[in-house]
């Protein structure tokens, strides 16, 4: 663990991350990202996460608003600068594990983190942990 900004800069950018519905028409949500001041835009989840730079969060979220989107959620936060692939089930599992623990402690408001798990992966260690706990 370190103090407050000892690693946030150094492995983070700090961006306005905007979750959306996931849009019916994709050309036109192309369109009007393309007016935006929006640095990028993923799908997650079913839904669509645009990232912005943090001074255009507002104005970005604005007119996305504007322009029709539900926005199902928005915040400043931290976007990793690198992401550094696991793809082994033991060093996956022991990041799910360490997940699990800042989430019991109510101490820990956000967690943020570098590492890229396939969707396959993540399933596979739900599904172990799943079936090891005690009903």
Not at 15 to 37: Q, R, S, W
Not at 47 to 55: I, Q, R
């Given at each position: 663990?370190?103090?407050?900004g000892?690693?946030s800069?150094?492995?983070?950018d700090?961006?306005?991350?905007?979750?959306?519905?996931?849009p019916?028409?994709?050309?036109?949500?192309e369109m009007?990202i393309?007016?935006?001041?929006?640095?990028d835009?993923?799908?997650?989840?079913g839904?669509m996460?645009?990232?912005?730079?943090?001074?255009?969060?507002l104005?970005?979220?604005?007119?996305?608003?504007?322009?029709?989107y539900?926005?199902?959620?928005?915040?400043?936060?931290y976007?990793?600068k690198?992401?550094?692939?696991v793809?082994?089930?033991?060093?996956?599992?022991?990041?799910?594990?360490?997940?699990?623990e800042?989430?019991?402690?109510?101490?820990?408001?956000?967690?943020?983190n570098?590492?890229?798990?396939?969707?396959?992966?993540?399933?596979?260690?739900?599904?172990?942990?799943?079936?090891?706990?005690?009903?």
């Amino acid at each position: 663990m370190g103090e407050t900004g000892s690693v946030s800069n150094f492995a983070f950018d700090f961006v306005g991350l905007i979750t959306l519905e996931m849009p019916t028409d994709m050309d036109a949500f192309e369109m009007a990202i393309l007016d935006t001041d929006a640095q990028d835009y993923t799908q997650e989840d079913g839904n669509m996460v645009v990232k912005t730079d943090k001074h255009s969060y507002l104005s970005v979220k604005s007119a996305l608003e504007k322009a029709g989107y539900k926005i199902v959620s928005s915040t400043l936060g931290y976007s990793a600068k690198n992401y550094t692939e696991v793809t082994d089930f033991d060093n996956a599992l022991k990041i799910y594990k360490m997940l699990e623990e800042f989430d019991a402690d109510e101490d820990v408001e956000n967690v943020w983190n570098t590492a890229d798990i396939s969707d396959t992966l993540w399933a596979e260690v739900e599904a172990f942990v799943e079936s090891r706990k005690f009903r």
